[in-house]
């Protein structure tokens, strides 16, 4: 049993590295739209489909789910992750409106590219510095867990295979797939 929650953590941290890779080409993107370039909203949509299908819906909850194990078996480790939560809320919200601005650039609805430049970048900074923080300050505190939680609740939701970076990646993402072996040799 301790096996599987460190097999979970083992997950959530490869997931970290893997959404590095990510909001690096985002922040690419997000540059060249800022110059005026020609930028890959096709590229950009992928990857904002991508954050809602797995690191929402999926890793976020994970760590939620671990956070309530801490909670009950050590609440006293768990005091000062109350902020976890919440900003997983604040990225899940912006990543909602960033869709949002780029369906109205399909449909050629006027949202000003200044604005999408600024939210992509308050995205790829603020999951870039949530990241940094979990992997200091939040999944060392989930070790302890190794020993004394039952990884059930956390299990159900984190068998859900990784649709991009897993080994048998959706069909959605082969084009995105095709950026990152591009741009990183992933
Ligand atoms: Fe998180
Ligand atoms: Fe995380």
Same mark, same amino acid.
């Given at each position: 049993?301790?096996?599987? /929650?460190?097999? /979970?953590?083992?997950? !959530?941290?490869?997931?970290?590295?893997?959404?590095?890779?990510? !909001?690096?080409?985002?922040?690419?993107?997000?540059?060249? !739209?800022?110059?005026?370039?020609?930028?890959?909203?096709? %590229?950009l949509r992928d990857i904002m489909h991508y954050l809602d299908v797995y690191p929402d819906a999926v890793h976020h909850p994970t760590e939620d789910c671990l956070l309530g194990e801490l909670r009950s078996v050590r609440p006293d480790l768990a005091t000062g992750l109350k902020g976890l939560l919440p900003e997983h809320r604040r990225i899940s919200e912006l990543g909602h409106k960033i869709r949002n601005e780029l369906a109205s650039i399909q449909v050629e609805a006027g949202v000003r590219r200044e604005i999408l430049v600024a939210d992509l970048e308050d995205y790829v900074a603020t999951l870039t510095k949530h990241i940094e923080w979990e992997d200091q300050n939040l999944f060392p %505190?989930?070790?302890v867990l190794v020993n004394v939680a039952s990884p059930s609740a956390a299990q159900r939701i984190m068998h859900v295979v990784d649709p991009l970076f897993g080994s048998q990646p959706s069909a959605t993402y082969s084009r995105l797939l095709h950026h990152l072996q591009f741009a990183y040799g992933r």
């Open positions: 049993m301790s096996g599987d /929650i460190a097999a /979970i953590l083992g997950l !959530l941290r490869q997931d970290h590295k893997n959404l590095t890779w990510l !909001l690096a080409l985002m922040a690419q993107e997000a540059e060249r !739209l800022g110059q005026a370039g020609a930028s890959d909203f096709d %590229c %505190c989930f070790e």
